[in-house]
């Protein structure tokens, strides 16, 4: 008898999660071994963090139980952090084991890019996990109950540095700002005293984005008092400030990292060539040299041919990625040579900038304000929907549309 071969996913983000689903739904397990490794025994949803962090929604309703989203009687799961990938040998090694495979889907997510920039790491806060936006939001509240303890005002206590305006840095400033005042009610707090800077190294904000959506952010963000500071590099982050290229220095006890991203550095460690921690796949999502290695999410580099720059690696691009990765699995088992090409379909872009503000790009049609915002929750609860069905949806959606 035949052993069936043996399928293992690395990682149950947006990328790994779905392809765990989509194999459920096409019945591959009938046909081989399915095994999903994650170091949480839950999922959570990376584009809705920059909320818990600032406070405006409980990091829980960010994540779901795996078992609540995937049949564990179907596949196997591991807990476990995945400490090296042995590709020649077929083996990925763990924190507390090792597991063997045929086809392997990597999609173990990213990790905040800092560019060399000395003291980073050691010195400001990240938006990339449950555990690091619950860690920041208890941070800014200890900020605010702080601030009127001391006889000697300091005012870099109620100064928060946001490093990088791209979209999770802009989604944190807008939920941020909102939250302000609030908080400056509950601790007795006048809002003048609170300064949020948002600081960006490229001539605008949100690079790359419609330049009327743009401006509109900036303006809803500027009326709440957020100050930019664009086309200004950080030279260096220190214990409580950050020195800027131009020589200003800003004192602050929060600074919050949101530059961007780069692949995990378990790739870079296993010996795959890679561009920023990300591998250049092959059409079809293998990696170049391996046929049972398929990449996915922000681990994965795919061209834009038409102005021949990556795709940035975002959530629905994970998802599409999932689909023909889950299908071209499928395939291989079955015999199948050639698989399918994956070519992303971006159906749209929208930053939320907190409470019922937001701006998109749908198509040819630009949003702006509360249209942007309830299409927003739209997108956020098709993806519940293409994981878990209605429940899901009832159980974690967003509702409060205008």
């Not at 795996?66 to 807990?79: A, H």
């Not at 790359?208 to 500071?229: P, Q, T």
Request: proline fraction near 4%.
């Amino acid at each position: 008898m035949n052993k069936k071969p043996k399928i293992v996913i690395l990682g149950a983000g947006y990328g790994g999660i779905m392809t765990a689903s989509r194999l459920i739904k096409s019945n591959t397990q009938q046909d081989a071994e399915i095994t999903l490794v994650n170091k949480h025994n839950y999922h959570y949803q990376t584009t809705w963090l920059h909320e818990p962090a600032a406070g405006t929604l409980h990091h829980d309703k960010t994540r779901m139980e795996i078992s609540s989203v995937i049949d564990l009687k179907k596949i196997n799961f591991i807990k476990d952090s995945v400490v090296e990938i042995k590709k020649d040998e077929k083996k990925v090694i763990l924190e507390n084991g090792e597991v063997d495979y045929d086809y392997l889907v990597i999609g173990l997510g990213s990790e905040p890019e800092t560019f060399g920039i000395p003291g980073v790491n050691e010195n400001s806060f990240a938006i990339r996990s449950v555990n690091s936006v619950r860690l920041l939001r208890e941070h800014i509240e200890y900020m605010f109950a702080s601030y009127n303890k001391e006889d000697e005002k300091h005012e870099d206590i109620l100064t928060f540095v946001v490093a990088g305006a791209g979209f999770t840095g802009i989604e944190f400033v807008g939920e941020l700002s909102e939250r302000v005042p609030e908080l400056c009610e509950e601790y007795d707090i006048d809002p003048k005293k609170v300064k949020i800077y948002s600081v960006e190294a490229a001539p605008t904000a949100l690079p790359g984005f419609d330049e009327e959506l743009v401006e509109y952010a900036m303006n809803v963000l500027e009326s709440r008092g957020v100050e930019f500071k664009i086309n200004t590099p950080i030279k260096e982050v220190q214990d409580g400030k950050v020195l800027l290229n131009d020589g200003e220095e800003i004192k602050s006890q929060t600074i919050v990292w949101t530059t961007g991203i780069r692949g995990s550095s378990i790739i870079e460690d296993s010996g795959f060539e890679t561009m920023r921690g990300r591998v250049k796949v092959e059409k079809d999502l293998r990696a170049p040299g391996y046929d049972n290695v398929f990449i996915i999410g922000d681990c994965a580099l795919i061209i834009n041919e038409e102005i021949n720059r990556p795709y940035p690696p975002t959530a629905q691009i994970a998802i599409q990625q999932a689909y023909t990765c889950s299908k071209n699995l499928k395939d291989l088992i079955s015999g199948k040579e050639e698989l399918d090409v994956f070519k992303p379909e971006i159906q749209g872009t929208v930053a939320s900038l907190g409470g019922k503000e937001a701006i998109g790009l749908v198509g040819d049609r630009k949003l702006y304000g509360g249209s942007a915002s309830a299409m927003k929750k739209i997108i956020d609860n098709k993806y519940l929907f293409q994981l878990g069905g209605v429940p899901l949806v009832l159980k974690k959606g967003k509702f409060n549309f205008f």
